[in-house]
């Protein structure tokens, strides 16, 4: 990390988080900034939310340090936890691992669990509740990466639930509530968790790291005990000092898919080898936003951003292919993280975007011409051809240059059918304008802002001698 990195785990507090219309104010891009550093360099951050919401999330855990303890100390056999990813969206009630000493309640809306005599379950209290605080939280969270990214508002829409839930739909997110190590219950505590000549044995060997499958997960639990890798390949502890209404979040996996690798999904363990003695166990909430079973992660967002999107990315993945697929966690960890665009921060803690700084040196010299064309092409491309495909409902398929560059004339080629529906200009290659030689952007300019060229007094000679200024639109 660059020396101007957070000295610890970042904290956030979920009202400068919430958007509102017009530009972003202060407290809203420092706190989006430090989301986004904590997440380049902790894979982590912690959420404080309002201290009303407090009291719910505390009774909630003390509401399943409840229904645990009255669980029987050996689940039947129905409810033992085969981990099989087909069934990702569908988990719903209780279920246990013996072999990692975990009970799970899983809180879907739209699925009603029972036990396996179909008897009515009775779950921990209140957990719609903190199924809409959490999941309101998720989304605003996913909202601010979403804008250190440079994407449009709220990009992700397409591939999350309705809000609410139509008519028999049933939730791809998920609330979790867990236990560790519960004393009566028959699991882990079979093995011996005490070497005579070593001492204690710690509980997360290396091969039980998880990664979450979610766009993003918030998790908030009554003891410390949950690690995260950090960017170095270090083990921090992120929960050590949580207050009653702090949570941790940390991004998963589909949204390492979403940003074509730029956010890094969070590695992470939970210890439970201190909670010996201890009469209940570890209880934790944990909420991961999930995307929709039946629909598909795409980078085309990134792309419309101007983000380099690697071959690996390139093709949307149906989600429910993605989540029953392996994903080994050594080839996640060596790519680019997106600190890179955060906003500068200043020493009294102020918001100074270097754009500005740029701005105000710009004015003391005139820009070259064909820096000049570069600049206008790009922004015709942001504010017409966007405005232009939104307007006739075309979801824009943005290629790299050099795709661009062998199917430009060819008819059958991936984006043939849009670039003929938005009426793209003939011979220019799609939604690259910025490459183009300056005559090329004339012609693309010309063609969306006619006349552009009769108002633009442009020598190009410096810069490639025998052109004319003037060319007209194709």
């Given at each position: 990390m660059a020396s101007n990195g957070l000295p610890s785990l970042g904290r956030v507090k979920l009202t400068d988080l919430m958007p509102s219309e017009g530009l972003p104010s202060d407290s809203y891009k420092l706190s989006a900034t430090t989301l986004s550093q904590s997440f380049a360099q902790y894979s982590a951050a912690i959420i404080q939310f309002p201290a009303s919401d407090g009291p719910l999330l505390r009774s909630c855990l003390e509401s399943a340090r409840l229904y645990f303890h009255q669980r029987p100390s050996y689940p039947a056999a129905e409810m033992i936890h085969t981990n099989d990813s087909r069934e990702w969206c569908k988990t719903s009630g209780y279920y246990a691992d013996p072999q990692q000493w975990q009970e799970t309640y899983d809180y879907r809306p739209g699925m009603t669990p029972s036990e396996p005599n179909n008897s009515l379950e009775f779950p921990p209290a209140g957990l719609p509740d903190i199924f809409a605080l959490l999941g309101k939280a998720a989304r605003e969270i996913l909202d601010a990466i979403s804008y250190c990214l440079n994407l449009r508002s709220s990009p992700f829409t397409e591939v999350l639930d309705n809000?609410?839930?139509?008519?028999?739909?049933?939730?791809?997110?998920?609330l979790s509530v867990c236990c560790h190590a519960r004393p009566s219950f028959?699991?882990?505590?079979?093995?011996?968790?005490?070497?005579?000549?070593?001492?204690?044995?710690?509980?997360?060997?290396?091969?039980?790291?998880?990664?979450?499958?979610?766009?993003?997960?918030?998790?908030?639990?009554?003891?410390?005990?949950?690690?995260?890798?950090?960017?170095?390949?270090?083990?921090?502890?992120?929960?050590?000092?949580?207050?009653?209404?702090?949570?941790?979040?940390?991004?998963?996996?589909?949204l390492?898919?979403?940003?074509?690798?730029?956010?890094?999904?969070?590695?992470?363990?939970?210890?439970?080898?201190?909670?010996?003695?201890?009469?209940?166990?570890?209880?934790?909430?944990?909420?991961?936003?999930?995307?929709?079973?039946?629909?598909?992660?795409?980078?085309?967002?990134?792309?419309?951003?101007?983000?380099?999107?690697?071959?690996?990315?390139?093709?949307?993945?149906?989600v429910d292919d993605f989540m029953q697929r392996s994903h080994p966690t050594d080839q996640l960890f060596n790519r680019q993280s997106f600190q890179t665009f955060t906003f500068p921060t200043a020493q009294d803690g102020s918001i100074k975007p270097s754009s500005r700084r740029r701005k105000s040196n710009s004015r003391c010299k005139p820009l070259p011409p064909s820096k000049r064309l570069r600049l206008e092409a790009q922004r015709v491309l942001k504010e017409r051809v966007q405005e232009i495909a939104d307007k006739k409902g075309i979801k824009l398929r943005f290629c790299n240059l050099r795709e661009c560059e062998s199917h430009i004339h060819a008819l059958d080629s991936p984006c043939a059918n849009i670039r003929m529906e938005i009426k793209w200009p003939a011979g220019v290659p799609f939604v690259h304008p910025h490459d183009l030689p300056n005559k090329a952007k004339i012609s693309f300019l010309e063609a969306y802002e006619p006349g552009w060229t009769a108002t633009h007094d442009m020598d190009l000679s410096p810069t490639e001698p025998g052109q004319s200024s003037q060319h007209s639109a194709n």
């Amino acid at each position: 990390m660059a020396s101007n990195g957070l000295p610890s785990l970042g904290r956030v507090k979920l009202t400068d988080l919430m958007p509102s219309e017009g530009l972003p104010s202060d407290s809203y891009k420092l706190s989006a900034t430090t989301l986004s550093q904590s997440f380049a360099q902790y894979s982590a951050a912690i959420i404080q939310f309002p201290a009303s919401d407090g009291p719910l999330l505390r009774s909630c855990l003390e509401s399943a340090r409840l229904y645990f303890h009255q669980r029987p100390s050996y689940p039947a056999a129905e409810m033992i936890h085969t981990n099989d990813s087909r069934e990702w969206c569908k988990t719903s009630g209780y279920y246990a691992d013996p072999q990692q000493w975990q009970e799970t309640y899983d809180y879907r809306p739209g699925m009603t669990p029972s036990e396996p005599n179909n008897s009515l379950e009775f779950p921990p209290a209140g957990l719609p509740d903190i199924f809409a605080l959490l999941g309101k939280a998720a989304r605003e969270i996913l909202d601010a990466i979403s804008y250190c990214l440079n994407l449009r508002s709220s990009p992700f829409t397409e591939v999350l639930d309705n809000v609410p839930l139509r008519s028999r739909e049933v939730s791809s997110s998920v609330l979790s509530v867990c236990c560790h190590a519960r004393p009566s219950f028959q699991g882990a505590q079979h093995h011996n968790l005490t070497n005579q000549e070593d001492g204690p044995l710690v509980m997360y060997p290396e091969q039980d790291h998880h990664v979450d499958k979610s766009l993003v997960s918030i998790v908030q639990s009554d003891k410390a005990g949950l690690h995260v890798r950090d960017f170095h390949g270090r083990w921090v502890l992120v929960d050590g000092d949580l207050g009653p209404q702090e949570a941790v979040v940390f991004p998963g996996l589909a949204l390492y898919q979403a940003t074509a690798g730029y956010v890094n999904p969070a590695l992470h363990r939970t210890e439970v080898n201190n909670l010996q003695g201890n009469m209940y166990g570890r209880f934790s909430l944990s909420f991961k936003l999930m995307p929709k079973s039946m629909s598909s992660l795409s980078c085309s967002e990134m792309r419309a951003a101007g983000h380099g999107v690697e071959a690996q990315f390139q093709l949307p993945v149906p989600v429910d292919d993605f989540m029953q697929r392996s994903h080994p966690t050594d080839q996640l960890f060596n790519r680019q993280s997106f600190q890179t665009f955060t906003f500068p921060t200043a020493q009294d803690g102020s918001i100074k975007p270097s754009s500005r700084r740029r701005k105000s040196n710009s004015r003391c010299k005139p820009l070259p011409p064909s820096k000049r064309l570069r600049l206008e092409a790009q922004r015709v491309l942001k504010e017409r051809v966007q405005e232009i495909a939104d307007k006739k409902g075309i979801k824009l398929r943005f290629c790299n240059l050099r795709e661009c560059e062998s199917h430009i004339h060819a008819l059958d080629s991936p984006c043939a059918n849009i670039r003929m529906e938005i009426k793209w200009p003939a011979g220019v290659p799609f939604v690259h304008p910025h490459d183009l030689p300056n005559k090329a952007k004339i012609s693309f300019l010309e063609a969306y802002e006619p006349g552009w060229t009769a108002t633009h007094d442009m020598d190009l000679s410096p810069t490639e001698p025998g052109q004319s200024s003037q060319h007209s639109a194709n």
